[in-house]
């Protein structure tokens, strides 16, 4: 178990640009979520998959995020055209669909927008 | 109303001390609680998972739960200072999945 992997870790970019980032969860895990932190908050839940199927989407992510999990491993989150208000850190969970279920977070992406 | 509240400290401690973290909820539906520790720079680390209201010990952390005041707790006993780090509380909804809801996280700083 190498955990939730998330990279990568720090992206600076200018104004307007287009960011991906990736997850890759837990091996086992079929549930994978996004969601963003800023300074002195809690995570903000963005959107969530059940293997390859993404089940809901916050009104936090508008038209300008979009995420993918292609065959159910991996996941990326694109956002296009960003603006200085993306700048968080963008955390990345999985849990398995047995058991008590409970989300395991990768270290995150943090965006900085100049 | 924020369905979860939790007051953001910071809290500072004496090495050995007993911290006790607190937040309340205002959804009913809210039937599972975690709390997580989260390092600087670092994602959420999974401390506890509770489900029944009473107490569950596990090592020096001590997670409360009141469904009927909606009120939990978590107490961290012999505090040191590699426990100095912020402390979220969550909740996940059911429904088959869990989207969770975290609160601000108290942010603690045990001093040597």
């Known amino acids: 178990d190498t955990g939730v992997s998330q990279n990568p870790r720090h992206k600076i970019t200018k104004r307007g640009q287009n960011v991906t980032f990736r997850c890759d969860p837990i091996?086992?895990?079929?549930?994978l979520y996004w969601y963003r932190q800023t300074l002195g908050q809690g995570p903000e839940f963005l959107t969530y998959?059940?293997?390859?199927?993404?089940?809901?989407k916050s009104r936090l992510l508008s038209d300008r995020f979009s995420a993918e999990r292609p065959k159910g491993s991996f996941s990326t989150l694109e956002i296009q055209r960003t603006e200085q208000g993306d700048s968080a850190m963008y955390l990345c969970?999985?849990?398995?669909?047995?058991?008590?279920?409970?989300?395991?977070f990768g270290d995150g992406t943090r965006l900085s927008i100049l | 109303q924020k369905e979860v509240e939790q007051d953001p400290g910071p809290l500072s401690v004496p090495e050995g001390a007993i911290v006790s973290l607190n937040c309340t909820y205002s959804?009913?539906?809210?039937?599972?609680f975690m709390w997580y520790r989260q390092y600087s720079r670092k994602g959420p680390e999974l401390l506890m998972y509770?489900?029944?209201?009473g107490n569950k010990e596990d090592g020096r952390f001590t997670a409360q739960v009141d469904k009927s005041s909606k009120y939990i707790s978590l107490f961290i006993r012999d505090s040191q200072p590699s426990d100095s780090a912020t402390y979220l509380c969550?909740?996940?909804?059911?429904?088959?999945?869990?989207?969770?809801?975290f609160g601000i996280g108290t942010k603690l700083q045990v001093i040597p």
């Open positions: 969970a999985s849990s398995s669909r047995t058991g008590e279920g409970a989300q395991h």
């Open positions: 091996s086992e895990h079929n549930r």
């Open positions: 998959f059940q293997n390859e199927a993404q089940l809901e």
């Open positions: 959804n009913s539906a809210f039937q599972y």
């Open positions: 509770t489900y029944s209201s």
């Open positions: 969550a909740m996940p909804r059911g429904g088959g999945y869990q989207k969770v809801t």
